[in-house]
């Protein structure tokens, strides 16, 4: 069974500061998704890594796929109230049945105080 | 027009009920799944279908039925509910199963039985 184990669970921080939320597993990953989900909403997709060692950005969020496929991080910058919410690492089966079959983490669950 | 929409978004019901839950996707996408995600915020794959066809099947008890008369429409209906089903269900569709694999998810029914 491939788990994601991602952390920290809660971050509670202060407008304008960095934060770095973790998402590491012994299993290789196909590619690497990050979700964000903002209370009664369903997640909605961030951005997807695939090849390993690859850095995408988006505004302030940078997210980087692990050497070996097995882990991810998220790094936010002077992060904002409007950040705030659930953010979730989800990774894709890289073969076997259960190809292309999403793994999440637990979820972090982050707070960004004006 | 909302991509993935799932129907009802509250449900109230007491244990040992049967209740379903709908989903409608207008995506064109082949892929459909169900999720549930617990109190602590754990999202866990329940089922996914391809073009109608059943693909993955976790561990889920057998009162969990979907059903998919076709690749737009994936439904669950649960049997004897049971106190342990309260969670939020999602919805998700994506095009195919492949590495990347990114789902659009609806935004949730929360299910709670007393």
């Known amino acids: 069974t491939q788990l994601l184990e991602q952390s920290p669970q809660f971050l509670s921080i202060q407008e304008g500061e960095n934060l770095t939320v973790y998402c590491n597993s012994s299993?290789?990953?196909?590619?690497l998704q990050w979700y964000r989900q903002e209370p009664g909403e369903g997640p909605v997709l961030l951005v997807t890594?695939?090849?390993?060692?690859e850095v995408k950005k988006l505004k302030r969020l940078t997210f980087q796929f692990g050497d070996a496929r097995k882990d991810s991080s998220l790094h936010i910058t002077a992060a904002q109230p409007g950040d705030t919410g659930l953010y979730l690492c989800?990774?894709?089966?890289?073969?076997?049945?259960?190809?292309?079959?999403?793994?999440f983490g637990q979820g972090t669950i982050l707070t960004v105080h004006p | 027009d909302t991509a993935v929409s799932q129907t009802p978004k509250y449900l109230v019901t007491q244990m040992g009920n049967d209740k379903s839950i709908k989903c409608e996707q207008n995506?064109?996408?082949?892929?459909m799944y169900w999720y549930k995600q617990d109190s602590k915020k754990f999202l866990k794959i329940m089922f996914s279908?391809?073009?109608?066809?059943?693909?993955i099947n976790e561990t889920v008890p057998n009162r969990f039925s979907p059903k998919s008369p076709d690749k737009a429409h994936l439904n669950l209906h649960i049997n004897s509910l049971e106190l342990g089903d309260s969670a939020v269900y999602f919805c998700?569709?994506?095009?195919?199963?492949?590495?990347?694999?990114?789902?659009?998810f609806g935004a949730g029914t929360r299910l709670s039985v007393l």
């Open positions: 989800a990774g894709a089966s890289a073969g076997g049945t259960s190809y292309g079959k999403l793994t």
């Open positions: 299993s290789v990953f196909s590619s």
């Open positions: 279908y391809n073009n109608k066809e059943l693909i």
């Open positions: 995506l064109g996408h082949d892929t």
């Open positions: 890594v695939v090849t390993g060692g």
């Open positions: 998700a569709s994506s095009l195919g199963q492949g590495m990347i694999n990114i789902q659009y």
